[in-house]
T-cell receptor
Framework: KQEVTQIPAALSVPEGENLVLNCSFT??????LQWFRQDPGKGLTSLLL?????REQTSGRLNASLDKSSGRSTLYIAASQPGDSATYLC???????????FGTGTRLKVLA | DTGVSQNPRHKITKRGQNVTFRCDPI?????LYWYRQTLGQGPEFLTY????????KSRLLSDRFSAERPKGSFSTLEIQRTEQGDSAMYLC???????????FGSGTRLTVV
């Protein structure tokens, strides 16, 4: 049974800092992993999708890595901005299905 | 292509009433998923469809909940005899067959009073 854990639960940083959000999953037989952003009261916006054959994926100031053997993924945000303040969620597939299991997210606050 | 569309955006209902939500996925996506999210939690899986077939239902989906996708296009989620514990954000997502990842809609916020 897939379980996804995200640490830290909350993070507050000054503007301009580089930061790392962590995601761990228990079932490493995944075909991909997806990172999302959620603003308060809104739906989820896809940030990065990493296929199992990839080790990392980049989009602008965001970089996500995937290490299946250790059951870990990280989301690296470079030069953080106040507009990055949101909850970041990672999701991994449940074994043998196309449904995703989500972590509880990391609430990020970037201070101006 | 306008993405995944959910209606209504907000719904306030009295306990005991029935409510129905609609999700229109991205047109070429054949998989459609429903999730429920409460404050401070990640989304919890409810059910998913491949075309018109409902392939999996969570234990969270009690017999008061029913979902349909009659023609393999839009989907509806109905909650009968609503309870205060049903208050949550209901999220719909769609994906292409294969390993393409999810695209979510903006969600429907349900408040049961």
């Amino acid at each position: 049974k897939q379980e996804v854990t995200q640490i830290p639960a909350a993070l507050s940083v000054p503007e301009g800092e580089n930061l790392v959000l962590n995601c761990s999953f228990t079932d490493s037989a995944i075909y991909n992993l997806q990172w999302f952003r959620q603003d308060p009261g809104k739906g989820l916006t896809s940030l990065l999708l990493i296929q199992s054959s990839q080790r990392e994926q980049t989009s602008g100031r965001l970089n996500a890595s995937l290490d299946k053997s250790s059951g870990r993924s990280t989301l690296y945000i470079a030069a953080s901005q106040p507009g990055d303040s949101a909850t970041y969620l990672c999701a991994a597939p449940s074994s043998g299905t196309y449904k995703y299991i989500f972590g509880t997210g990391t609430r990020l606050k970037v201070l101006a | 292509d306008t993405g995944v569309s959910q209606n209504p955006r907000h719904k306030i209902t009295k306990r005991g009433q029935n409510v129905t939500f609609r999700c229109d996925p991205i047109s070429e996506h054949n998989r459609l998923y429903w999730y429920r999210q409460t404050l401070g939690q990640g989304p919890e899986f409810l059910t998913y469809f491949q075309n018109e077939a409902q392939l999996e239902k969570s234990r969270l989906l009690s017999d008061r909940f029913s979902a349909e996708r009659p023609k393999g296009s839009f989907s509806t989620l109905e909650i009968q005899r609503t309870e205060q514990g049903d208050s949550a954000m209901y999220l719909c997502a769609s994906s292409l067959e294969g390993e393409s990842g999810y695209t979510f809609g903006s969600g429907t916020r349900l408040t049961v009073v």
